[in-house]
C-alpha cells in the first residue's frame, strides 16, 4: 500500500506511481486554430464578424472597378471617358515607360535596365538564403554591392564621354528608377553611419557622445520634408562658391541624414540588448574593442533588432515620395504628372495612378516585410540548434 512521507528538510513526498497521461498533440487541427485565432473571445469574435461584413460589403465595388468594369485597351483614351467606367489600366500602360524611367531619353534606356537588373542580381546573391555554416562568397557579394556597384551604376546613370556613353543630367532622371535610387542612397548610407552613431552616443568620450546625442535628437525632432529643405537650399550656402552640388545629390544626402538618425536609436536599442557578460567575455580573450564590437557585440545586435531594421528601410522607402517636395521626380510625381495629360482626362485616370503607384510600395514593403521574417525564422532555428 503506497503511502506518504515527509523527507528531511520539509520536503514532501508521494510514493504514489504518477498516472499515465496521453501524449500532448504535436499540433491543432487548423479548424481549431482558425477558432481560437478568430473566435477564441466574444471580442474577437465581434471583431472577425465587423471585418468580415466591411470585406464583404467592399469587395464587390473594388473588383467592379478593378476588374469586371476596367478599361484594359484604349487607344486614344476616349473609352476611359465612357460613364462608368472602372479603372483605366490603358492609362498605365501606355505611361508606363514614362513612369519607370521618367524623362531620360529614350535611346539610352538601356543603361537604366542594364543598371537595374545588375543590382537585382547582385541583391539576390547576397540575400539568397542558404544552409547554416559559412558563406566566403557572402563577403564578396557584399563588396561587389556597397562598393564596386554604386560606381558601376554612377557611370551608367550619368555617363562618362571616356567610355563612349553620353551625359545624362539628373534633371531628366525619375520615376520608379529614380525611386529605387533614393531608397537604395538611404538604405547603404544609413546602416554604416547609424551604427557609428550609436556607437558614439554610447562613447565614453563626452564630445563624442554630444556631438552623436544632438545630431540624432535634432534630426528625429524635425520632419523630413524639413531636413530635405534644408539639404536643397541650405547646404549650398556652408560650401564654397566654387563648389556645386548636383540637384538630387542635395536630396540623397537629406534622405540619408536623416534615416541614419533613426537607424542609429534602433542599432542603439540591439547594443543594449546584448548581456553584459559578452562584452567581459570578449575582453577576457584579448579582443581589442574594435575586434569585440566586430565579431562578438555588434553581429549579436543587429540580430536583435533586425525587425527595427526592416521597419526603419520600409519607412524609408515610403518616405522617397517627399523628395518630390524639392523638384525631383520619383515614382509619385511621374504619376501626378501624367494624370494631367488631356488626352487622358478621365474621371477615373486619378483614381488608377494612385491605385498603381499603391500597389507597386505595397509589393515592394511586403516583400521587404516577409524576407526579414524569414530570416527570423531561419535565426530562431539555428539558435533552437545550437541549444538543443
Not at 143 to 154: D, E, I, S, W
Not at 217 to 233: C, D, H, K
Not at 274 to 303: C, D, N
Given at each position: 500500500m503506497a503511502s506518504n512521507s515527509i523527507a528531511p528538510g520539509g520536503t514532501y513526498l508521494s510514493h504514489k506511481n504518477a498516472p499515465v497521461l496521453p501524449p500532448p498533440k504535436q499540433k491543432d487541427a487548423w479548424w481549431e486554430r482558425l477558432r481560437r485565432s478568430f473566435f477564441g473571445t466574444p471580442l474577437s469574435a465581434f471583431l472577425t464578424l465587423l471585418s468580415s461584413g466591411l470585406i464583404l460589403w467592399l469587395t464587390p465595388d473594388l473588383l467592379r472597378f478593378v476588374l469586371f468594369d476596367a478599361v484594359w485597351n484604349a487607344p486614344d483614351g476616349e473609352a476611359c471617358r465612357v460613364p462608368g467606367a472602372g479603372a483605366c489600366w490603358a492609362f498605365v500602360w501606355h505611361k508606363l515607360p514614362y513612369f519607370i524611367f521618367g524623362s531620360y531619353p529614350e535611346h539610352e534606356r538601356w543603361r537604366v535596365v542594364v543598371t537595374l537588373v545588375l543590382g537585382a542580381?547582385?541583391?539576390?546573391?547576397?540575400?539568397?538564403?542558404?544552409?547554416?555554416?559559412?558563406?566566403?562568397?557572402?563577403?564578396?557579394?557584399?563588396?561587389?554591392?556597397?562598393?564596386?556597384?554604386?560606381l558601376v551604376a554612377l557611370v551608367l546613370l550619368l555617363g562618362a564621354p571616356i567610355f563612349g556613353l553620353p551625359m545624362v543630367d539628373t534633371d531628366l532622371w525619375g520615376g520608379i528608377f529614380l525611386s529605387l535610387v533614393v531608397a537604395g542612397v538611404g538604405i547603404v548610407v544609413s546602416m554604416p553611419l547609424g551604427i557609428i552613431l550609436a556607437l558614439g552616443r554610447r562613447s565614453s568620450l563626452p564630445v563624442i557622445a554630444l556631438a552623436s546625442t544632438s545630431f540624432i535628437e535634432f534630426v528625429r525632432g524635425?520632419?523630413?520634408?524639413?531636413?530635405?529643405?534644408?539639404?536643397?537650399?541650405?547646404?549650398?550656402?556652408?560650401?564654397?562658391?566654387?563648389v556645386h552640388i548636383d540637384r538630387l545629390s542635395r536630396p540623397l544626402v537629406g534622405v540619408a541624414l536623416f534615416a541614419s538618425a533613426y537607424m542609429a536609436e534602433v542599432v542603439r536599442g540591439g547594443l543594449q540588448a546584448v548581456p553584459k557578460g559578452q562584452y567581459e567575455g570578449s575582453a577576457a580573450l584579448g579582443f581589442t574593442t574594435w575586434q569585440s564590437l566586430r565579431l562578438v557585440?555588434?553581429?549579436?545586435?543587429?540580430?536583435?533588432?533586425?525587425?527595427?531594421?526592416?521597419?526603419?528601410?520600409?519607412?524609408?522607402?515610403?518616405?522617397?515620395?517627399?523628395?518630390?517636395?524639392?523638384?525631383?521626380?520619383?515614382?509619385?510625381?511621374?504619376?501626378?504628372?501624367?494624370?494631367?495629360?488631356?488626352?487622358?482626362?478621365?474621371?477615373?485616370?486619378?483614381?488608377?495612378?494612385?491605385?498603381?503607384?499603391?500597389l507597386f510600395y505595397g509589393t515592394i514593403c511586403f516583400g521587404m516585410s516577409r524576407y526579414s521574417i524569414g530570416i527570423e525564422r531561419r535565426l530562431a532555428e539555428r539558435k533552437k540548434g545550437r541549444v538543443a
Amino acid at each position: 500500500m503506497a503511502s506518504n512521507s515527509i523527507a528531511p528538510g520539509g520536503t514532501y513526498l508521494s510514493h504514489k506511481n504518477a498516472p499515465v497521461l496521453p501524449p500532448p498533440k504535436q499540433k491543432d487541427a487548423w479548424w481549431e486554430r482558425l477558432r481560437r485565432s478568430f473566435f477564441g473571445t466574444p471580442l474577437s469574435a465581434f471583431l472577425t464578424l465587423l471585418s468580415s461584413g466591411l470585406i464583404l460589403w467592399l469587395t464587390p465595388d473594388l473588383l467592379r472597378f478593378v476588374l469586371f468594369d476596367a478599361v484594359w485597351n484604349a487607344p486614344d483614351g476616349e473609352a476611359c471617358r465612357v460613364p462608368g467606367a472602372g479603372a483605366c489600366w490603358a492609362f498605365v500602360w501606355h505611361k508606363l515607360p514614362y513612369f519607370i524611367f521618367g524623362s531620360y531619353p529614350e535611346h539610352e534606356r538601356w543603361r537604366v535596365v542594364v543598371t537595374l537588373v545588375l543590382g537585382a542580381l547582385l541583391l539576390a546573391w547576397l540575400l539568397w538564403p542558404q544552409k547554416m555554416g559559412k558563406h566566403p562568397d557572402k563577403p564578396f557579394a557584399a563588396a561587389l554591392l556597397f562598393l564596386v556597384y554604386p560606381l558601376v551604376a554612377l557611370v551608367l546613370l550619368l555617363g562618362a564621354p571616356i567610355f563612349g556613353l553620353p551625359m545624362v543630367d539628373t534633371d531628366l532622371w525619375g520615376g520608379i528608377f529614380l525611386s529605387l535610387v533614393v531608397a537604395g542612397v538611404g538604405i547603404v548610407v544609413s546602416m554604416p553611419l547609424g551604427i557609428i552613431l550609436a556607437l558614439g552616443r554610447r562613447s565614453s568620450l563626452p564630445v563624442i557622445a554630444l556631438a552623436s546625442t544632438s545630431f540624432i535628437e535634432f534630426v528625429r525632432g524635425v520632419p523630413m520634408i524639413t531636413v530635405l529643405f534644408m539639404a536643397n537650399f541650405m547646404l549650398p550656402l556652408f560650401l564654397p562658391e566654387t563648389v556645386h552640388i548636383d540637384r538630387l545629390s542635395r536630396p540623397l544626402v537629406g534622405v540619408a541624414l536623416f534615416a541614419s538618425a533613426y537607424m542609429a536609436e534602433v542599432v542603439r536599442g540591439g547594443l543594449q540588448a546584448v548581456p553584459k557578460g559578452q562584452y567581459e567575455g570578449s575582453a577576457a580573450l584579448g579582443f581589442t574593442t574594435w575586434q569585440s564590437l566586430r565579431l562578438v557585440i555588434l553581429p549579436q545586435a543587429i540580430v536583435h533588432v533586425i525587425p527595427g531594421i526592416v521597419n526603419t528601410f520600409i519607412g524609408l522607402f515610403k518616405d522617397t515620395t517627399l523628395v518630390a517636395i524639392v523638384g525631383i521626380f520619383d515614382f509619385l510625381r511621374t504619376v501626378e504628372t501624367a494624370r494631367l495629360d488631356p488626352v487622358w482626362a478621365g474621371p477615373t485616370i486619378s483614381a488608377t495612378g494612385y491605385l498603381f503607384a499603391a500597389l507597386f510600395y505595397g509589393t515592394i514593403c511586403f516583400g521587404m516585410s516577409r524576407y526579414s521574417i524569414g530570416i527570423e525564422r531561419r535565426l530562431a532555428e539555428r539558435k533552437k540548434g545550437r541549444v538543443a
